[in-house]
Protein backbone atom coordinates (compact mmCIF):
# COMPACT_ATOMS: atom_id res chain seq x y z
CA UNK A 1 0.00 0.00 0.00
CA UNK A 2 1.35 3.30 -0.85
CA UNK A 3 1.41 5.75 2.55
CA UNK A 4 1.46 8.51 0.31
CA UNK A 5 -1.79 8.20 -1.26
CA UNK A 6 -3.57 7.59 2.36
CA UNK A 7 -1.73 10.93 4.01
CA UNK A 8 0.85 9.00 6.36
CA UNK A 9 3.86 10.13 4.85
CA UNK A 10 5.44 13.20 3.15
CA UNK A 11 6.87 12.82 -0.43
CA UNK A 12 10.39 12.47 -0.71
CA UNK A 13 10.33 15.87 -2.30
CA UNK A 14 9.12 17.31 0.68
CA UNK A 15 12.37 16.18 2.42
CA UNK A 16 11.63 13.63 4.52
CA UNK A 17 14.16 13.72 7.46
CA UNK A 18 14.91 11.80 10.57
CA UNK A 19 13.06 14.22 12.47
CA UNK A 20 9.95 13.33 10.09
CA UNK A 21 10.37 9.26 10.65
CA UNK A 22 10.44 9.76 14.47
CA UNK A 23 7.12 11.81 14.46
CA UNK A 24 5.85 9.07 12.01
CA UNK A 25 6.78 6.52 15.12
CA UNK A 26 4.93 8.37 17.22
CA UNK A 27 1.89 8.87 15.75
CA UNK A 28 1.89 4.90 15.19
CA UNK A 29 1.97 4.91 18.43
CA UNK A 30 5.76 3.08 18.78
CA UNK A 31 6.98 3.29 22.50
CA UNK A 32 9.75 5.92 23.04
CA UNK A 33 12.44 3.74 23.96
CA UNK A 34 12.09 2.01 20.61
CA UNK A 35 11.95 4.52 19.14
CA UNK A 36 15.30 5.91 20.58
CA UNK A 37 16.54 2.24 19.53
CA UNK A 38 15.92 2.79 15.73
CA UNK A 39 16.92 6.63 15.95
CA UNK A 40 20.26 5.10 17.32
CA UNK A 41 20.69 2.29 14.91
CA UNK A 42 19.75 4.42 11.72
CA UNK A 43 22.86 7.13 12.36
CA UNK A 44 24.88 4.25 12.96
CA UNK A 45 23.81 3.18 9.59
CA UNK A 46 24.37 6.45 8.07
CA UNK A 47 27.82 6.73 9.20
CA UNK A 48 29.01 3.40 7.97
CA UNK A 49 27.19 3.91 4.70
CA UNK A 50 28.02 7.29 4.54
CA UNK A 51 25.50 8.23 1.56
CA UNK A 52 22.07 10.24 0.79
CA UNK A 53 19.08 7.54 2.37
CA UNK A 54 17.56 8.36 -1.60
CA UNK A 55 20.37 7.06 -3.22
CA UNK A 56 20.56 3.84 -1.27
CA UNK A 57 19.97 0.57 -3.36
CA UNK A 58 19.61 -3.09 -1.87
CA UNK A 59 23.49 -3.89 -2.50
CA UNK A 60 23.84 -1.31 0.10
CA UNK A 61 22.29 -2.78 2.55
CA UNK A 62 24.23 -6.06 1.45
CA UNK A 63 26.93 -4.09 2.07
CA UNK A 64 25.92 -2.83 5.54
CA UNK A 65 25.59 -6.54 6.42
CA UNK A 66 29.14 -7.33 5.70
CA UNK A 67 30.26 -3.70 7.69
CA UNK A 68 28.32 -5.26 10.74
CA UNK A 69 30.15 -8.60 10.63
CA UNK A 70 31.74 -8.33 13.87
CA UNK A 71 28.22 -7.51 15.72
CA UNK A 72 26.02 -9.52 17.47
CA UNK A 73 23.10 -11.09 15.14
CA UNK A 74 19.96 -9.90 16.98
CA UNK A 75 21.75 -6.76 17.02
CA UNK A 76 22.60 -6.13 13.42
CA UNK A 77 19.40 -7.35 12.59
CA UNK A 78 17.87 -4.67 14.59
CA UNK A 79 20.03 -2.08 12.94
CA UNK A 80 18.73 -2.96 9.30
CA UNK A 81 15.47 -3.17 10.14
CA UNK A 82 15.47 0.33 11.52
CA UNK A 83 17.29 1.63 8.62
CA UNK A 84 15.57 -0.31 6.10
CA UNK A 85 12.26 0.65 7.59
CA UNK A 86 13.66 4.62 7.21
CA UNK A 87 14.63 3.84 4.10
CA UNK A 88 10.81 3.27 3.12
CA UNK A 89 9.22 5.75 5.29
CA UNK A 90 11.68 8.57 2.68
CA UNK A 91 10.77 6.29 -0.08
CA UNK A 92 6.75 6.97 0.45
CA UNK A 93 6.20 2.99 1.43
CA UNK A 94 4.14 3.14 4.70
CA UNK A 95 7.72 0.83 7.13
CA UNK A 96 5.04 -0.77 9.32
CA UNK A 97 2.82 -1.89 7.02
CA UNK A 98 5.31 -3.51 4.59
CA UNK A 99 6.98 -5.29 7.38
CA UNK A 100 9.79 -7.15 5.17
CA UNK A 101 11.27 -10.28 6.38
CA UNK A 102 13.47 -9.32 9.40
CA UNK A 103 13.19 -8.36 12.86
CA UNK A 104 9.88 -8.04 14.72
CA UNK A 105 6.47 -8.52 14.16
CA UNK A 106 4.39 -5.14 14.69
CA UNK A 107 0.53 -4.51 14.82
CA UNK A 108 -1.50 -2.23 13.44
CA UNK A 109 -2.44 -0.30 16.84
CA UNK A 110 -4.75 2.44 15.70
CA UNK A 111 -7.60 4.81 16.74
CA UNK A 112 -10.05 1.39 16.98
CA UNK A 113 -7.56 -0.18 19.51
CA UNK A 114 -7.62 2.70 21.73
CA UNK A 115 -11.22 3.14 21.96
CA UNK A 116 -11.83 -0.48 22.71
CA UNK A 117 -9.15 -0.44 25.49
CA UNK A 118 -11.67 2.93 26.59
CA UNK A 119 -14.29 0.15 27.67
CA UNK A 120 -11.82 -1.41 30.05
CA UNK A 121 -10.63 1.94 31.59
CA UNK A 122 -12.00 1.71 34.93
CA UNK A 123 -11.40 -2.22 35.18
CA UNK A 124 -7.73 -1.11 34.40
CA UNK A 125 -7.82 1.89 36.85
CA UNK A 126 -9.25 -0.61 39.98
CA UNK A 127 -6.15 -2.75 38.80
CA UNK A 128 -3.94 -0.67 39.27
CA UNK A 129 -5.59 0.73 42.57
CA UNK A 130 -5.23 -2.86 43.64
CA UNK A 131 -1.69 -3.43 43.18
CA UNK A 132 -0.91 -0.17 44.37
CA UNK A 133 -2.33 -1.18 47.77
CA UNK A 134 -0.88 -4.70 47.67
CA UNK A 135 2.58 -2.59 47.80
CA UNK A 136 3.64 -3.33 44.65
CA UNK A 137 5.86 0.09 43.74
CA UNK A 138 5.02 2.69 40.88
CA UNK A 139 7.91 1.76 38.57
CA UNK A 140 6.74 -1.93 38.30
CA UNK A 141 3.30 -0.79 38.44
CA UNK A 142 3.62 1.59 35.35
CA UNK A 143 5.50 -1.49 33.70
CA UNK A 144 2.70 -3.61 34.47
CA UNK A 145 -0.22 -1.81 33.09
CA UNK A 146 2.17 -0.69 30.15
CA UNK A 147 2.30 -4.26 29.39
CA UNK A 148 -1.39 -5.24 29.85
CA UNK A 149 -2.33 -2.27 27.42
CA UNK A 150 -0.25 -3.97 24.41
CA UNK A 151 -1.44 -7.66 24.84
CA UNK A 152 -4.81 -6.12 24.73
CA UNK A 153 -4.07 -3.64 21.57
CA UNK A 154 -2.38 -6.95 19.52
CA UNK A 155 -5.53 -8.76 20.52
CA UNK A 156 -7.45 -6.04 18.95
CA UNK A 157 -5.37 -6.23 16.10
CA UNK A 158 -6.05 -9.52 15.48
CA UNK A 159 -9.80 -10.28 16.35
CA UNK A 160 -10.87 -6.64 15.67
CA UNK A 161 -12.32 -6.20 19.81
CA UNK A 162 -11.19 -7.73 23.51
CA UNK A 163 -13.42 -9.76 25.24
CA UNK A 164 -11.16 -10.56 29.21
CA UNK A 165 -13.40 -13.38 30.09
CA UNK A 166 -12.70 -15.00 27.38
CA UNK A 167 -8.79 -14.75 27.23
CA UNK A 168 -7.59 -18.19 27.92
CA UNK A 169 -3.90 -19.85 27.50
CA UNK A 170 -5.20 -20.30 23.30
CA UNK A 171 -5.22 -16.51 23.55
CA UNK A 172 -1.38 -16.64 24.81
CA UNK A 173 -0.39 -18.69 22.47
CA UNK A 174 -0.87 -16.96 20.04
CA UNK A 175 0.47 -13.77 21.33
CA UNK A 176 3.80 -15.41 22.08
CA UNK A 177 3.53 -16.10 18.31
CA UNK A 178 3.14 -12.50 17.26
CA UNK A 179 5.85 -11.79 19.74
CA UNK A 180 8.06 -13.91 18.54
CA UNK A 181 11.26 -11.61 17.88
CA UNK A 182 11.30 -10.10 21.44
CA UNK A 183 13.78 -11.55 24.03
CA UNK A 184 11.95 -14.31 25.63
CA UNK A 185 11.82 -12.58 28.96
CA UNK A 186 10.55 -9.93 27.72
CA UNK A 187 7.55 -12.15 26.58
CA UNK A 188 6.97 -13.55 30.03
CA UNK A 189 6.91 -10.51 31.27
CA UNK A 190 3.79 -9.21 28.71
CA UNK A 191 1.65 -12.59 29.47
CA UNK A 192 2.36 -12.85 33.15
CA UNK A 193 1.18 -9.36 33.45
CA UNK A 194 -1.88 -9.71 31.27
CA UNK A 195 -2.45 -13.19 33.11
CA UNK A 196 -2.69 -11.40 36.48
CA UNK A 197 -4.69 -9.00 35.14
CA UNK A 198 -7.57 -11.72 34.11
CA UNK A 199 -7.28 -13.34 37.28
CA UNK A 200 -8.03 -9.57 38.67
CA UNK A 201 -11.02 -10.28 36.39
CA UNK A 202 -12.35 -13.29 36.00
CA UNK A 203 -10.81 -15.48 39.32
CA UNK A 204 -8.65 -18.06 36.52
CA UNK A 205 -5.49 -16.88 35.42
CA UNK A 206 -4.68 -17.79 31.70
CA UNK A 207 -1.03 -18.05 32.15
CA UNK A 208 -1.13 -20.49 34.83
CA UNK A 209 -2.78 -22.85 32.21
CA UNK A 210 -0.67 -21.99 29.42
CA UNK A 211 2.60 -22.86 31.24
CA UNK A 212 1.29 -26.17 32.31
CA UNK A 213 -0.11 -26.92 28.32
CA UNK A 214 3.24 -25.48 27.06
CA UNK A 215 7.17 -25.68 27.07
CA UNK A 216 7.62 -22.05 27.49
CA UNK A 217 10.73 -21.91 30.12
CA UNK A 218 12.38 -24.05 27.94
CA UNK A 219 14.76 -22.51 25.36
CA UNK A 220 14.51 -24.20 22.22
CA UNK A 221 18.66 -24.98 21.72
CA UNK A 222 20.16 -24.39 18.77
CA UNK A 223 20.69 -26.50 15.60
CA UNK A 224 23.79 -28.72 16.57
CA UNK A 225 25.93 -30.69 14.19
CA UNK A 226 26.31 -33.26 17.10
CA UNK A 227 22.10 -32.71 18.36
CA UNK A 228 21.64 -37.07 17.29
CA UNK A 229 25.17 -37.39 19.89
CA UNK A 230 23.86 -35.28 22.64
CA UNK A 231 20.67 -36.50 22.55
CA UNK A 232 21.63 -40.18 23.08
CA UNK A 233 24.41 -39.16 25.75
CA UNK A 234 21.77 -37.54 27.84
CA UNK A 235 19.78 -40.54 27.72
CA UNK A 236 22.55 -42.56 29.08
CA UNK A 237 22.90 -40.00 31.40
CA UNK A 238 19.10 -40.16 32.52
CA UNK A 239 19.53 -44.13 32.84
CA UNK A 240 22.31 -43.85 34.59
CA UNK A 241 20.51 -41.87 37.53
CA UNK A 242 21.36 -38.25 36.80
CA UNK A 243 18.59 -35.71 38.34
CA UNK A 244 16.99 -33.61 35.10
CA UNK A 245 18.41 -30.85 35.55
CA UNK A 246 21.60 -32.60 35.67
CA UNK A 247 21.67 -34.00 32.42
CA UNK A 248 20.05 -31.12 30.88
CA UNK A 249 23.10 -28.82 31.65
CA UNK A 250 25.54 -31.30 30.59
CA UNK A 251 23.78 -31.25 27.17
CA UNK A 252 23.63 -27.60 26.80
CA UNK A 253 27.46 -27.69 28.10
CA UNK A 254 28.12 -30.13 25.14
CA UNK A 255 26.49 -27.96 22.74
CA UNK A 256 28.10 -24.80 23.80
CA UNK A 257 31.69 -26.15 23.99
CA UNK A 258 31.10 -27.85 19.79
CA UNK A 259 29.72 -24.46 19.08
CA UNK A 260 33.17 -22.88 20.46
CA UNK A 261 35.71 -25.48 19.01
CA UNK A 262 33.81 -25.67 15.35
CA UNK A 263 34.18 -21.81 15.41
CA UNK A 264 38.65 -22.14 16.66
CA UNK A 265 39.94 -24.78 15.29
CA UNK A 266 37.19 -25.81 12.42
CA UNK A 267 34.62 -28.47 12.51
CA UNK A 268 37.20 -31.47 13.80
CA UNK A 269 35.69 -35.17 14.02
CA UNK A 270 34.90 -36.46 17.54
CA UNK A 271 37.32 -39.36 17.01
CA UNK A 272 40.01 -36.92 15.93
CA UNK A 273 40.05 -34.31 19.08
CA UNK A 274 42.55 -34.29 20.93
CA UNK A 275 44.74 -32.52 24.21
CA UNK A 276 45.86 -29.97 21.44
CA UNK A 277 42.55 -29.03 20.04
CA UNK A 278 41.21 -29.12 23.90
CA UNK A 279 44.44 -26.75 25.36
CA UNK A 280 42.20 -24.51 22.59
CA UNK A 281 38.92 -24.71 23.80
CA UNK A 282 40.61 -23.74 27.41
CA UNK A 283 42.08 -20.66 26.05
CA UNK A 284 38.81 -19.39 24.19
CA UNK A 285 36.97 -19.69 27.01
CA UNK A 286 39.66 -17.83 28.93
CA UNK A 287 39.43 -15.27 26.70
CA UNK A 288 35.99 -15.19 27.01
CA UNK A 289 35.89 -13.84 30.53
CA UNK A 290 34.80 -17.25 32.06
CA UNK A 291 35.71 -18.92 35.48
CA UNK A 292 38.38 -21.52 35.68
CA UNK A 293 35.79 -23.13 37.85
CA UNK A 294 33.37 -23.12 35.38
CA UNK A 295 35.62 -23.90 32.76
CA UNK A 296 36.29 -27.02 34.25
CA UNK A 297 33.50 -28.36 34.68
CA UNK A 298 32.74 -27.47 31.13
CA UNK A 299 35.68 -29.58 29.80
CA UNK A 300 34.73 -32.19 32.36
CA UNK A 301 31.23 -32.77 30.91
CA UNK A 302 32.15 -32.25 27.00
CA UNK A 303 35.13 -35.02 27.92
CA UNK A 304 32.40 -37.64 29.53
CA UNK A 305 31.19 -36.87 26.01
CA UNK A 306 33.33 -37.59 24.01
CA UNK A 307 34.37 -40.60 25.94
CA UNK A 308 30.60 -41.95 25.22
CA UNK A 309 30.88 -41.03 21.38
CA UNK A 310 34.18 -42.21 20.93
CA UNK A 311 35.37 -44.49 23.58
CA UNK A 312 38.76 -42.42 24.38
CA UNK A 313 37.88 -39.18 26.95
CA UNK A 314 40.99 -36.80 25.50
CA UNK A 315 40.47 -34.42 28.80
CA UNK A 316 43.34 -34.46 31.44
CA UNK A 317 42.40 -31.33 34.05
CA UNK A 318 45.63 -32.06 35.55
CA UNK A 319 47.45 -31.30 31.87
CA UNK A 320 45.06 -28.16 31.14
CA UNK A 321 46.45 -24.83 31.74
CA UNK A 322 43.85 -23.48 34.46
CA UNK A 323 44.70 -22.02 38.06
CA UNK A 324 44.47 -24.64 40.31
CA UNK A 325 44.14 -22.19 43.35
CA UNK A 326 41.48 -22.70 45.90
CA UNK A 327 37.54 -21.53 45.47
CA UNK A 328 36.93 -17.93 46.96
CA UNK A 329 34.22 -19.01 49.87
CA UNK A 330 31.75 -16.58 51.14
CA UNK A 331 31.08 -16.80 55.23
CA UNK A 332 29.15 -15.34 57.58
CA UNK A 333 28.75 -15.79 61.39
CA UNK A 334 26.15 -14.65 64.26
CA UNK A 335 26.65 -11.19 64.18
CA UNK A 336 25.13 -10.92 60.35
CA UNK A 337 22.64 -13.68 60.73
CA UNK A 338 21.22 -11.48 63.25
CA UNK A 339 20.74 -8.17 61.24
CA UNK A 340 19.31 -10.55 58.88
CA UNK A 341 16.80 -12.05 60.84
CA UNK A 342 15.98 -8.62 62.56
CA UNK A 343 14.82 -7.24 58.96
CA UNK A 344 13.35 -11.18 57.33
CA UNK A 345 9.77 -11.28 56.67
CA UNK A 346 7.94 -14.50 57.06
CA UNK A 347 9.39 -16.01 53.92
CA UNK A 348 12.97 -14.87 54.76
CA UNK A 349 12.99 -15.96 58.21
CA UNK A 350 11.70 -19.48 57.57
CA UNK A 351 14.30 -20.06 54.99
CA UNK A 352 17.29 -18.59 56.52
CA UNK A 353 16.36 -20.49 59.76
CA UNK A 354 16.64 -24.24 57.55
CA UNK A 355 19.53 -23.19 56.21
CA UNK A 356 21.19 -21.95 59.23
CA UNK A 357 20.11 -24.69 62.02
CA UNK A 358 19.58 -27.90 59.40
CA UNK A 359 22.08 -26.79 57.22
CA UNK A 360 20.24 -27.37 54.09
CA UNK A 361 21.13 -26.34 50.58
CA UNK A 362 18.93 -24.05 48.07
CA UNK A 363 17.94 -26.97 46.31
CA UNK A 364 17.11 -28.47 49.31
CA UNK A 365 14.62 -25.69 50.75
CA UNK A 366 13.00 -25.22 47.36
CA UNK A 367 11.98 -28.75 46.67
CA UNK A 368 10.31 -29.26 50.07
CA UNK A 369 7.11 -30.45 49.74
CA UNK A 370 3.95 -29.82 51.56
CA UNK A 371 4.08 -33.53 52.00
CA UNK A 372 7.32 -33.67 53.43
CA UNK A 373 6.33 -31.95 56.70
CA UNK A 374 5.10 -34.23 59.51
CA UNK A 375 4.64 -32.97 62.61
CA UNK A 376 7.77 -31.84 64.11
CA UNK A 377 9.96 -33.95 61.38
CA UNK A 378 10.63 -33.19 57.93
CA UNK A 379 12.17 -34.89 54.81
CA UNK A 380 14.86 -33.67 52.58
CA UNK A 381 15.80 -34.75 49.23
CA UNK A 382 19.21 -33.93 48.92
CA UNK A 383 22.20 -34.47 46.46
CA UNK A 384 22.25 -37.79 44.73
CA UNK A 385 21.57 -39.55 41.23
CA UNK A 386 17.88 -40.12 40.48
CA UNK A 387 15.57 -38.21 43.23
CA UNK A 388 18.99 -37.55 45.70
CA UNK A 389 19.60 -39.16 49.12
CA UNK A 390 16.13 -38.23 51.93
CA UNK A 391 17.14 -37.33 55.21
CA UNK A 392 14.94 -36.99 58.10
CA UNK A 393 15.06 -33.93 60.41
CA UNK A 394 13.94 -33.24 63.93
CA UNK A 395 12.57 -29.19 63.71
CA UNK A 396 13.69 -27.14 65.98
CA UNK A 397 12.08 -24.65 67.84
CA UNK A 398 12.93 -21.70 66.09
CA UNK A 399 12.04 -23.48 62.47
CA UNK A 400 8.41 -24.87 64.26
CA UNK A 401 8.05 -20.66 64.90
CA UNK A 402 9.11 -19.83 61.05
CA UNK A 403 6.70 -22.22 59.68
CA UNK A 404 3.67 -21.50 61.68
CA UNK A 405 3.92 -17.89 60.61
CA UNK A 406 5.53 -18.30 57.18
CA UNK A 407 2.18 -21.26 56.85
CA UNK A 408 -0.29 -18.01 57.33
CA UNK A 409 2.05 -15.76 54.77
CA UNK A 410 1.41 -18.38 52.29
CA UNK A 411 -2.24 -18.83 52.28
CA UNK A 412 -2.51 -14.91 52.16
CA UNK A 413 -0.60 -15.49 48.48
CA UNK A 414 -2.97 -18.94 47.91
CA UNK A 415 -5.98 -16.85 48.66
CA UNK A 416 -4.99 -13.76 46.15
CA UNK A 417 -3.09 -14.95 43.28
CA UNK A 418 -4.28 -18.90 43.18
CA UNK A 419 -2.75 -22.28 44.41
CA UNK A 420 -0.24 -23.23 41.62
CA UNK A 421 2.31 -24.36 44.09
CA UNK A 422 1.86 -28.04 43.24
CA UNK A 423 2.07 -28.88 46.48
CA UNK A 424 5.41 -27.45 47.08
CA UNK A 425 6.04 -25.17 50.49
CA UNK A 426 7.44 -22.46 49.02
CA UNK A 427 5.51 -19.83 46.42
CA UNK A 428 6.58 -17.07 44.49
CA UNK A 429 5.07 -13.67 46.24
CA UNK A 430 6.14 -11.19 43.61
CA UNK A 431 6.68 -12.84 39.73
CA UNK A 432 4.68 -15.53 39.14
CA UNK A 433 2.88 -15.14 42.40
CA UNK A 434 1.73 -18.89 44.15
CA UNK A 435 4.00 -21.17 42.04
CA UNK A 436 6.86 -23.16 43.01
CA UNK A 437 9.47 -21.09 44.25
CA UNK A 438 12.96 -22.15 42.07
CA UNK A 439 16.31 -22.63 43.61
CA UNK A 440 17.52 -19.07 41.76
CA UNK A 441 14.53 -17.80 43.55
CA UNK A 442 15.64 -18.99 47.01
CA UNK A 443 18.87 -17.83 46.03
CA UNK A 444 17.58 -14.42 45.08
CA UNK A 445 15.13 -13.69 48.31
CA UNK A 446 18.97 -14.70 50.13
CA UNK A 447 20.81 -12.02 48.38
CA UNK A 448 18.03 -9.21 48.34
CA UNK A 449 18.31 -9.71 52.23
CA UNK A 450 21.79 -9.50 53.11
CA UNK A 451 22.04 -6.07 50.23
CA UNK A 452 19.26 -4.42 52.74
CA UNK A 453 21.44 -5.06 55.77
CA UNK A 454 25.27 -4.59 54.04
CA UNK A 455 25.80 -8.33 53.77
CA UNK A 456 27.16 -10.00 50.89
CA UNK A 457 26.23 -13.97 50.92
CA UNK A 458 25.18 -16.87 48.87
CA UNK A 459 22.46 -18.66 50.44
CA UNK A 460 25.21 -21.24 50.94
CA UNK A 461 26.82 -18.99 53.64
CA UNK A 462 23.97 -20.56 56.03
CA UNK A 463 24.95 -24.34 55.53
CA UNK A 464 28.78 -22.75 56.40
CA UNK A 465 27.09 -20.57 59.27
CA UNK A 466 26.13 -23.96 60.43
CA UNK A 467 28.87 -26.00 60.36
CA UNK A 468 31.51 -23.43 61.32
CA UNK A 469 29.06 -22.92 65.00
CA UNK A 470 29.19 -26.84 65.79
CA UNK A 471 32.88 -26.51 65.22
CA UNK A 472 32.52 -23.35 67.76
CA UNK A 473 30.47 -25.57 70.33
CA UNK A 474 33.55 -28.13 70.19
CA UNK A 475 31.29 -30.90 68.27
CA UNK A 476 33.45 -34.20 67.24
CA UNK A 477 34.07 -33.40 63.75
CA UNK A 478 32.46 -36.83 62.64
CA UNK A 479 29.33 -35.99 64.14
CA UNK A 480 29.23 -32.62 62.26
CA UNK A 481 30.39 -34.39 59.12
CA UNK A 482 27.02 -36.81 59.50
CA UNK A 483 25.11 -33.09 60.09
CA UNK A 484 26.23 -32.01 57.10
CA UNK A 485 25.48 -35.21 55.16
CA UNK A 486 29.12 -35.39 53.60
CA UNK A 487 30.14 -38.87 53.03
CA UNK A 488 33.75 -37.99 52.94
CA UNK A 489 35.39 -36.08 56.42
CA UNK A 490 37.79 -34.30 54.27
CA UNK A 491 35.22 -32.33 52.44
CA UNK A 492 33.62 -31.06 55.91
CA UNK A 493 37.35 -30.04 56.79
CA UNK A 494 38.88 -28.48 53.96
CA UNK A 495 35.68 -26.65 52.48
CA UNK A 496 34.27 -25.87 55.96
CA UNK A 497 35.65 -25.44 59.00
CA UNK A 498 39.56 -25.16 57.72
CA UNK A 499 38.42 -22.39 54.91
CA UNK A 500 37.06 -20.44 58.19
CA UNK A 501 38.77 -16.98 57.37
CA UNK A 502 38.76 -16.27 60.86
CA UNK A 503 41.35 -18.94 61.44
CA UNK A 504 43.34 -17.22 58.66
CA UNK A 505 43.06 -14.06 60.30
CA UNK A 506 43.82 -15.54 64.01
CA UNK A 507 47.10 -16.85 61.91
CA UNK A 508 48.34 -13.53 60.66
CA UNK A 509 47.78 -11.81 64.01
CA UNK A 510 49.64 -14.50 65.68
CA UNK A 511 52.57 -14.42 63.39
CA UNK A 512 52.85 -10.59 63.77
CA UNK A 513 52.36 -10.15 67.24
CA UNK A 514 55.50 -13.07 67.66
CA UNK A 515 57.54 -11.16 65.01
CA UNK A 516 57.18 -7.71 67.10
CA UNK A 517 57.71 -9.40 70.46
Same mark, same amino acid.
Given at each position: ???????????????????????????????????KR???????? =???L?K??Y?????????????????A??????????????Y? +???????L????????????????????????????????L???? @???K?? =????? #?????????????????????K???F????????????????????????? %??V??M???????D????T? *??????? =?????????? *???????N??????????A?????????????????? +? =??????E????V????????????IR???M? +??L????????????????????????????????F?? %?LN????????? !????????????? &???????? &? @???E?????????????????????? !?????E???????????????????? +????Y?????? #?????????????????????????LR??F??? #?????E????????????D?????????????????K?????E?????
Open positions: MNAISQGYIKPKEAGTDLEDFAQFLISRNMAPITIHMKSIRIC =ERIADVQITEQDFERLTEELGNVQSTKDSYILAYRRYE +FCSGIDPENNGQTGRHFCPMGIRSTVQIELYSEDLDRYEHLRQ @NGTET =EIEMV #MKCIRHCLKMIIAVDGHVDVYISKTLIGLERMMSGLKRATVRRYLVSLG %MFLFTGTNPYQYIDSD *FRKVAPK =ENRADAQIEE *FTNHSWKGDKERTYRRKETVRRCIERLDRIVGKVK +F =EEIGHGIVELRDMQASGLKDSTKYID +FGFLGHVTGSNPVRIRNLPLNNSEAHRKFIFRDDKK %MRADPEEFLI !LSLGATLGLRANE &IASIMLDD &I @NGKIFVRGKGRGKGKVAKFELSPMV !LDGLDYMRYRSEIIEKYGDGSKGHL +FVNAMNRGTP #MSVNAVEGRIKALGQKVDVILSSHCRLCTT #MYDLGDEVVIQRMMRHSLNTTRECYYYADPRKVLTKTDLNTLLA
